[in-house]
């Protein structure tokens, strides 16, 4: 009798190979054994039979839309949620996933954004696993915080990290701006709450005791100076990680002096915010100024159960059996005249492109496709 081993291995050991590889070389991930891990997190993917391990091939053609070509490109992700990697290695996946397709980009982005909420719980260890994975990105990276960075420390690990949060820089004839949008008033003090409690109180969202998001007078303050000498005729891109706009109260879908910060935007010929917190395909229009939601690489959020902006297209609720299933990343293609095409590249249906077209005319041209899921 042949006592060999088979020589075909099964995929399910194929995948706890991949899987033990994965975790082994996360323990020292640097530039180098980051490769490694991508493509063993990309095996252990296509050994679901989940996806293909590059999405961002389908999004560069939605790119050839009619109306010119752009005048440069950025890439995006957001909102990893990043658990200690003992806890939780799913959302460490999805994070390098993102970090693949951006790096598939041809050509490479100008720079990529990341949208806030890196970590989960504001932890240290968090925050670093999340800064050692972005640091595999090919192009520079601009970071913008969110409130699951923030409210254990108050954003001491976050800055020792990244430096400031809010800050503003031009590129290319354009005015970018990065608003830490997700202050708070001190519900903490009074309450005599742990810094661990303020922070599980922020996460929970709908509980009742935390206050609203907002920028705040200083900030405000700060904002008004850094857009006075900008001509009017300068395109203006604003990072938030709250829409700065009211939506849903209950899930901080809102910020609450958004019409204060609004009222600043007004002058510009063509104002754009992008922001993180909500999860999903959301694009709104207030006056002059566009507004679009981005992806996250971790829990897709339903939509808020009291209506939605006109123009948003909806993503339809994502398949509880696919972890993919509504996350993903993105880019955007920024035009000669300061508008934006935001694309959406959902991991697990066919991208969307909200042309700035559609924003312009407020969804009389141009309507894109609802996203399909993907038939496997
Ligand atoms: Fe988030
Ligand atoms: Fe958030």
């Not at 303020?198 to 929970?204: E, I, Q, Y």
């Not at 901080?252 to 909500?278: K, P, Y």
Request: net charge neutral; aromatic share 10%.
């Amino acid at each position: 009798m042949d006592h060999k081993k088979p020589r075909v291995t099964s995929i399910e050991t194929k995948h706890m190979k991949e899987r033990d590889s994965l975790l082994r070389a996360l323990h020292n991930l640097d530039r180098r054994s980051f490769m490694k891990v991508s493509a063993a997190a990309a095996g252990v993917v296509a050994a679901k039979g989940l996806l293909p391990p590059h999405t961002f091939q389908p999004v560069t053609v939605a790119h050839a839309q009619p109306g010119g070509e752009p005048a440069f490109r950025l890439a995006y992700i957001s909102d990893s949620h990043l658990y200690e990697r003992d806890v939780n290695d799913r959302f460490v996946n999805a994070l390098m996933r993102a970090v693949d397709d951006v790096n598939a980009m041809d050509p490479q982005p100008d720079f990529v954004l990341y949208g806030g909420d890196l970590a989960q719980l504001g932890k240290a260890k968090e925050l670093e696993l999340g800064a050692q994975i972005l640091k595999n990105l090919k192009a520079p990276v601009r970071m913008m915080v969110g409130e699951h960075d923030w409210f254990l420390d108050m954003g001491d690990k976050w800055r020792e990290l990244f430096g400031e949060p809010t800050y503003s820089f031009d590129h290319k004839g354009v005015h970018f701006v990065v608003l830490n949008s997700i202050l708070e008033k001190d519900f903490w003090t009074a309450r005599k709450m742990t810094p661990e409690q303020r922070m599980l109180t922020v996460a929970g969202l709908d509980n009742g005791v935390q206050s609203r998001f907002m920028v705040g007078d200083e900030q405000r303050a700060w904002l008004a100076r850094d857009l006075a000498p900008v001509a009017a005729t300068t395109p203006v891109i604003v990072f938030s990680h709250s829409p700065l706009y009211k939506l849903y109260e209950p899930w901080n879908f809102w910020t609450d002096d958004a019409e204060q910060v609004q009222a600043t935007l007004r002058r510009f010929r063509a104002a754009t915010v992008i922001h993180g917190h909500t999860h999903q395909l959301l694009t709104n229009r207030i006056g002059n100024i566009s507004f679009h939601g981005m992806l996250s690489t971790a829990w897709p959020w339903p939509y808020a159960p009291e209506g939605l902006p006109p123009l948003t297209i909806q993503m339809g609720r994502p398949d509880p059996f696919n972890p993919h299933d509504g996350c993903g990343d993105g880019s955007l293609a920024i035009h000669p005249d300061g508008l934006v095409d935001k694309i959406y590249g959902l991991w697990n249906r066919n991208p969307v492109t909200i042309t700035r077209n559609y924003t312009a005319s407020q969804g009389k041209k141009d309507r894109p496709d609802i996203p399909q899921r993907r038939s496997y």
